[in-house]
């Protein structure tokens, strides 16, 4: 059985694979095409991520790559932003049916392009879609890349990486993997040596530098940490990893679920966008300031104020399922307002201070069933409007930001429904101006579609249509 050559590396050419690709990003044509040969490369998934998060392609026979690359090749726009977690089209987008189930052409962006290390003689890259010759600005890469050079063109750029805790089932059942409450207890963590071991072996071979594995603190729930990277590889990144974590989990008899709450008896499964700021090269961190009386940069302070001020609106980013705003609730780990603080778990901007090269900011808001691109786009959006317009940010919560007592006077509760937070985005023309009119119509249909659903469930005493209808996240 041939396979690609990378599957077999040892740890030496893992750490070298890692190193080579934190180093560059920039591919050709050229080297794709030897990249195909050297690793005897029979297919390739073009690849692209929908408004869930959900990883969708077309896999064509690597023979056929340089003519894709050149001419593009046919997506229906159905899948991308009018179709729900359980693949059911909703109406209304502005895509399907009302543009005739028309295609957009993709084309392979190059430097996304990687060998698969869990699958045989398989490649994969994203894809920039394009319809009339124009890109989709409404496609969640799309906005995302919009967003990055938006603060490029600032002078700064983004270092970033999510945080996903994710849960892991039994094939076929909802019966978690392991059945232990005991936070990273080491003989849970090695639950499954070999499934394990794979994670860590390949995921650098894609350029995810693993930095840590646990398991959380409820059956089966898992957290796998990995070194942030700049701007729309941040979220490149989180894309291929929910799909790896997925697809490896298949070849263990597992599902790996990222569902923000699978279960009452489950811990909420987050997705912390942890981050900081740098200077356009990437050289030189912005948030830290030894003469500041916080120790934070004026940046960072605007770059603060920003994202509270618009948390509102943006937690349908942040939290886009009804299952994921039901998690914003007092003592859960997650935030309910906008608050900020040290080291302090219960606010939505978690701050760590760490010197003037580690110093960074956890965003707590962000729940693990989100798609990477619009978590992203999100705070990128209200971080810029924060800097631009200079807002000043309030005072840290000291104790606990669950207990009003705490909280700063003025401090904003964030939705805890989906009417809510679809009223809280629509009322931001900030943010909803800066995404574009056709991505807000789509995704505002895909709320109210989503809002039908759970009405339709109640209305027939289904008690367990969360869990089977986001269940693929």
């Known amino acids: 059985m041939r396979r690609s050559k990378s599957i077999n590396m040892d740890l030496k050419q893992v750490l070298e694979s890692v190193m080579t690709r934190s180093k560059s990003t920039d591919m050709n044509l050229k080297q794709v095409l030897e990249s195909i040969k050297e690793n005897i490369i029979e297919q390739i998934r073009l690849e692209i991520s929908d408004q869930y998060g959900v990883a969708r392609c077309k896999t064509i026979p690597a023979r056929h790559f340089e003519e894709k690359y050149n001419y593009g090749h046919n997506f229906v726009q159905l899948g991308f932003m009018a ?41 994969r890259v994203l894809v ?56 990273n207890a080491t003989s849970r963590c090695a639950f499954n040596p070999a499934y394990t071991k794979q994670i860590l072996r390949q995921l650098p071979l894609v350029g995810i530098d693993i930095q840590a594995m646990e398991n959380e603190g409820s059956p089966g729930t ?9 701007d729309i590889c941040a979220a490149d990144h989180a894309h291929t990893y929910k799909a790896a974590m997925k697809e490896i989990a298949q070849q263990h008899n597992y599902v790996a679920s990222f569902m923000t709450s699978p279960d009452p008896a489950s811990r909420i499964k987050g997705a912390q966008l942890n981050h900081s700021l740098w200077n356009r090269d990437g050289k030189t961190s912005l948030f830290y300031d030894a003469s500041s009386p916080t120790g934070l940069s004026t940046v960072a302070q605007h770059w603060m104020a920003g994202i509270l001020a618009h948390a509102p609106a943006i937690t349908l980013l942040h939290c886009p399922t009804i299952n994921c705003i039901k998690s914003l609730q007092p003592n859960s780990f997650m935030p309910i307002n906008t608050t ?26 962000c729940g693990s069933a989100a798609s990477p691109y619009l978590s992203l786009a999100g705070m990128l959006i209200a971080g810029i409007d924060g800097v631009q317009r200079q807002l000043p940010l309030p005072k840290p919560v000291t104790g ?3 207990e009003d007592k705490n909280l700063p006077p003025g401090t904003s509760r964030l939705p805890s429904t989906m009417k809510d937070a679809v009223q809280a985005f629509i009322e931001d023309k900030v943010v909803t101006e800066a995404l574009g009119s056709d991505f807000v119509k789509a995704f505002i249909a895909a709320k109210m579609h989503e809002m039908q659903c759970e009405e339709n469930a109640k209305a027939k005493g289904d008690e367990h249509w969360e869990g089977n209808y986001y269940a693929f996240l």
């Open 222 to 230: 898992m957290e796998i940490t990995y070194k942030p990277v700049f």
């Open 83 to 123: 179709c729900d977690p359980m693949g059911h089209r909703i109406k209304g987008t502005g895509f399907a049916e009302e543009i005739n189930f028309g295609d957009t052409v993709c084309y392979p962006d190059l430097n996304t392009y990687t060998v698969l290390p869990w699958c045989e003689n398989t490649a």
């Open 128 to 183: 920039d879609c394009k319809t009339d010759g124009k890109p989709v600005k409404s496609f969640p890469r799309e906005i995302a890349k919009i967003q990055c050079d938006r603060l490029n063109e600032l002078g700064y750029s983004l270092l970033a990486a999510h945080e996903y805790e994710f849960i892991i089932f039994k094939h076929g059942t909802r019966i978690p993997a392991f059945d232990s409450y005991q936070w």
């Open 340 to 365: 900020w603080g040290f080291d302090n778990r219960s606010c939505l901007l978690r701050v760590k201070r760490q010197g003037p090269h580690r110093t960074y900011i956890e965003n707590r808001l």
């Open 400 to 402: 606990s930001a669950y």
